[in-house]
C-alpha cells in the first residue's frame, strides 16, 4: 500500500520561509514524478511544483518561480518543497501527489495524478 505523508506546514509571515516533506512509503519513488499540489476553499487544487524521476527536471508554476525549490531524496524516499519569500497569496493546503498519467497536457494538472498525501497547512500573514 503506497502511502504519502505531508508535514512541514505552518504559520509565517510575509517574507518568511517554509520547507515541506513528503514521505512515501511502500514504492520505490525514484522512478515516479513527483509534485507539489495546493489548495485553498472554493477553488481548483492547482500545481505548484514537479520534479521528475531521478530529479533530472523540474517544473514550476509561474506563481512560485524563483521562490520555491522543489527537491528529491531517493535514499530517503522524501520529496521536499523549499519556500522562501512568502507572501499572503501561498496560503493554502498543500498536497504531495506521484503516480502521473496520461501523456497530454502539462504536468502541473491535478488531474493527472492518481496518488495523493492528506495535506499539509501553510497560513502566511501579511
Known amino acids: 500500500q503506497v502511502q504519502l505523508v505531508e508535514s512541514g506546514g505552518g504559520s509565517v509571515q510575509a517574507g518568511g520561509s517554509l520547507r515541506l516533506s513528503c514521505v512515501a512509503s511502500?514504492?520505490?519513488?525514484?522512478?515516479?514524478?513527483m509534485g507539489w499540489f495546493r489548495q485553498v476553499p472554493g477553488k481548483e487544487r492547482e500545481g505548484v511544483a514537479v520534479?521528475?524521476?531521478?530529479?533530472?527536471?523540474?517544473y514550476y508554476a509561474d506563481s512560485v518561480k524563483g521562490r520555491f525549490t522543489i527537491s528529491r531524496e531517493g535514499a530517503k524516499n522524501t520529496l521536499y518543497l523549499q519556500m522562501t519569500s512568502l507572501t499572503p497569496e501561498d496560503t493554502a493546503m498543500y498536497y504531495c501527489?506521484?503516480?502521473?498519467?496520461?501523456?497530454?497536457?502539462?504536468?502541473?494538472?491535478?488531474?493527472?495524478?492518481?496518488?495523493w498525501g492528506q495535506g499539509t497547512r501553510v497560513t502566511v500573514s501579511s
Open positions: 501527489a506521484t503516480d502521473l498519467h496520461g501523456s497530454g497536457g502539462s504536468v502541473l494538472r491535478a488531474d493527472r495524478w492518481n496518488l
Open positions: 511502500g514504492y520505490t519513488d525514484i522512478r515516479k514524478y
Open positions: 520534479v521528475s524521476p531521478f530529479g533530472v527536471d523540474t
